[in-house]
């Protein structure tokens, strides 16, 4: 769909990859004791300015953090620039803004330490191709280059002399940049690495979303209607992305060394408790379609905007549509809400679709609380403090407590 020159959400004009990148990269540094908003902190890119997610992702840390983005190195097709007073971030804006590649840019904007190597002489080429391992930054983001870059006979070059990794943390923005027994190495040397299917997730979900919309609304309509769309898009893109992030490193904090307790592990936990509940919810409603409060529920899964604009034809969809799409807005509803040990570990496999129901309706009673709450005359302070409390248990607690529920036995 985002291939669609007019009536789509072209995933490079609007970054939706890259926000996604972003916010995990804000997450990670945050909980390394480094916030991005208040210090400077390096970084090192694979992929140019002339691509989509490297691009916009300089876009992005332009946009929130400013010159405490000190992008030391990037590299593309045509070269590489580094610099350890960090490059100028105008320039790189320019070459953004301009889909140029990094053979353009201004070497006058390079402080005396600075350079850029073209890969068009040897030297040059393994200059380029070692970039990546030789710079010591506070992050990388791989957002370009070859699969496997990273493999289980190479990963030693990310490591710096003494044994340590040039970069403490990774986040993977391109796809399978490193491969699988090479993230084992790496993390057990103390690197953290965001995996792909976590970082770079928020792409799929566009066009997931892009689609529902054209499901439901003419082209023209949507044509009408896609600025707003989009705004809101951007903005449930990051809140995912922060959601699942925050419980990433939530877990992680109480890991103990483990593989399935580092960060790419709990990626993939992610990934499997997600697919695991989404697909007992689905295989528990599907033949509950004609029963009003599943549109209720397909319904509360659209963004506001789109739901007011085109939530009456829901109807029309595909029922399997329907009813996967209800299951993965629960199913995720469940995880960045009450975390992971919550759905594995206490609700029955034959009630997830009762309990993930129930979920949503008093999680929806608790926001109609809060809003009563919110008006009534109670102490500033007090009156935090309660919402806060009925957001954080109060669907757990209403859940507990009904008879649909009752944890799995030990």
């Given amino acids: 769909m985002s291939s669609k020159p007019l009536s789509g959400i072209n995933h490079k004009e609007y970054g939706v990859t890259s926000e996604g990148v972003c916010i995990f990269l804000d997450v990670a540094l945050r909980n390394m004791g480094k916030d991005p908003t208040e210090r400077p902190f390096t970084l090192k890119i694979t ?5 989509d997610v490297a691009g916009n992702a300089i876009k992005i840390l332009n946009r929130d953090y400013g010159e405490n983005a000190k992008i030391v190195g990037i590299v593309d097709h045509k ?3 580094e610099d350890p007073s960090g490059l100028d971030l105008t ?3 320019r070459l953004v803004n301009n889909e140029l590649s990094l053979e353009h840019f201004d070497e006058s904007k390079l402080s005396s330490d600075g350079k850029f190597w073209s890969r068009d002489n040897p030297e040059g080429v393994v200059m380029c191709d070692s970039m990546h391992n030789r710079l010591q930054t506070d992050a990388f983001l791989p957002a370009g280059g070859l699969p496997n870059t990273i493999r289980t006979d ?3 070059a990310f490591l710096t002399e003494d044994g340590s990794p040039s970069a403490p943390l990774i986040v993977e923005a391109a796809n399978i940049f490193i491969e699988q027994q090479a993230r084992v190495k790496l993390t057990e040397k103390g690197v953290l690495i965001v995996k792909d299917s976590s970082a770079n997730k928020c792409g799929v979900i566009c066009s997931a979303m ?3 919309a054209h499901l439901l609304m003419s082209e023209g309509d949507f044509m009408d209607f896609r600025s707003t769309y ?3 898009v951007l903005e449930h893109l990051r809140t995912l992305a922060s959601k699942e992030a925050t419980i990433m490193f939530d877990e992680y904090k109480k890991g103990d060394g483990s593989w399935e307790t580092s960060l790419p592990g709990i990626a993939e936990r992610i990934s499997r408790v997600m697919n695991y509940s989404s697909d007992h919810i689905a295989n528990q409603i599907q033949d509950c379609l004609d029963q009003p409060h599943i549109l209720q529920l397909a319904s509360s899964a659209l963004l506001p905007s789109l739901r007011e604009k085109a939530g009456d034809s829901l109807s029309l969809l595909p029922p399997g549509y329907i009813i996967n799409m209800v299951a993965k807005h629960l199913s995720s509803q469940l995880v960045y809400h ?3 040990d919550y759905v594995e570990r206490s609700i029955p496999q034959d009630k997830f679709a009762m309990v993930a129901v129930q979920y949503a309706e008093e999680t929806k009673r608790v926001s109609d609380m809060v809003d009563v709450i919110a008006k009534a005359d109670i102490a500033s ?12 248990g109060g669907p757990r607690i209403a859940v507990s407590r009904s008879k649909v529920f009752a944890p799995k036995a030990e």
């Fill in 381 to 392: 302070g007090s009156k935090e403090e309660i919402t806060e409390l009925l957001r954080l």
């Fill in 79 to 81: 070269g590489c620039c």
């Fill in 230 to 232: 989009v705004d809101d």
């Fill in 154 to 156: 190479n990963w030693e």
């Fill in 91 to 93: 320039e790189l804006m």
């Fill in 47 to 51: 992929g140019g300015t002339s691509g």
């Fill in 210 to 212: 892009e689609i529902i």
């Fill in 338 to 340: 009450e975390g992971l």
